[in-house]
């Protein structure tokens, strides 16, 4: 039986301040959604904190949000992006990373933006109409893009620099 590490808790604290910058005022598609997944996956060495931990801080913060009608698309993309950082990031190196973020804001695009023409009645549900919902959300992308690299590099940052001063939790197996 494993026990709950201090790494656990460093981990899920940085998750959970992460999900609580949704709640502050932000452009539009600046948010640490990806972030937190890939960080998650890339970091617990538990699949099920690697999936229950951001899942619940994202969860928690869209209690005081709100949901709406694509939420399945968001939850959908967002544990996929668990499972890239679990996959791709095996190996932190900045490379990695960088490339698993692009991935990430990719797959969020596609996968979100399938979500809101399959489940609203904004698009027809055509082959143009689904070019036309993905068109239309090309000027959001560039948000996505730089709010992912940027709160990407500011959570495996900082855990990198926690780990310098607490070698403990490099060693930590949860």
Not at 36 to 54: D, E, I, Q, R, S
């Amino acid at each position: 039986m494993s026990r709950i590490t201090p790494k656990f808790w460093i981990l899920t604290l940085m998750i959970f301040a992460a999900a609580f910058v949704r709640l502050l005022p932000h452009p539009p598609n600046f948010a640490p959604i990806a972030a937190m997944a890939l960080f998650g996956g890339a970091y617990f060495n538990k699949k099920w904190a690697a999936f229950l931990v951001p899942l619940t801080a994202m969860f928690v913060t869209d209690l005081v949000l709100g949901f709406h009608e694509t939420m399945w698309a968001v939850y959908l993309s967002f544990a996929l992006i668990v499972v890239l950082g679990m996959i791709m990031l095996k190996e932190k190196k900045v490379g990695n990373i960088f490339f698993a973020s692009v991935i990430s804001s990719v797959s969020f695009f596609i996968i979100t933006n399938f979500g809101i023409w399959i489940s609203t009645g904004y698009y027809e549900k055509t082959g143009a109409g689904l070019a036309a919902c993905y068109t239309t959300a090309i000027p959001f992308f560039h948000q996505t893009l730089l709010s992912d690299l940027f709160f990407v590099g500011v959570l495996f940052g900082a855990y990198y620099l926690a780990k310098q001063k607490l070698p403990q939790l490099a060693e930590s197996k949860i």
